[in-house]
C-alpha cells in the first residue's frame, strides 16, 4: 500500500510540475477546463434572466458543447493545413525530381 502511495504521489507531482511548463498539456487541459467553466457559468446566469426555468440547463450544456467544438475545429484546422504544406511540398518535391532543378524549370512554374 505505501508503494501504490508513493506512486501516486509522484505523478501527482509529475503533473504539478509540468503545469509550470509553458506548453505543457497540462497547462492546454487546465485552460480548456476555465473556458468550459467560465461559458457555463456565464451561461447559467444568463439563461437564468431570459429564459424560462424548465429550459435553464440547456444554456450551460450547449456553452460547454460550443468551447469544445472551438477547440476540435482549431485542432482539425491546424492538420488541415499541416496535411496541405506537407502534400505542397511532396508535390513540388517530385516535379523537381522529375523535371530537374533549373532555373528554366522554376521559372516556367
Known amino acids: 500500500m505505501t508503494a501504490a502511495?508513493?506512486?501516486e504521489l509522484a505523478y501527482v507531482r509529475a503533473q504539478l510540475n509540468a503545469l509550470a511548463e509553458r506548453d505543457s498539456h497540462q497547462r492546454f487541459e487546465v485552460r480548456q477546463i476555465a473556458?468550459?467553466?467560465?461559458?457555463?457559468?456565464?451561461?447559467?446566469?444568463l439563461a437564468d434572466r431570459?429564459?424560462?426555468?424548465e429550459s435553464l440547463w440547456i444554456a450551460p450544456a450547449t456553452a460547454v458543447i460550443m468551447v469544445?467544438?472551438?477547440v476540435y475545429k482549431t485542432l482539425t484546422n491546424g492538420l488541415r493545413k499541416v496535411a496541405a504544406v506537407a502534400a505542397g511540398v511532396i508535390l513540388?518535391?517530385?516535379?523537381?525530381?522529375?523535371?530537374?532543378?533549373?532555373a528554366l524549370s522554376l521559372?516556367?512554374?
Not at 35 to 45: P, S
Open 92 to 102: 513540388a518535391c517530385s516535379i523537381g525530381h522529375l523535371l530537374g532543378l533549373t
Open 68 to 70: 469544445h467544438a472551438t
Open 5 to 7: 502511495l508513493g506512486q
Open 35 to 45: 473556458k468550459a467553466t467560465l461559458a457555463a457559468v456565464l451561461a447559467w446566469f
Open 50 to 53: 431570459f429564459l424560462p426555468r
Open 107 to 109: 521559372a516556367q512554374r
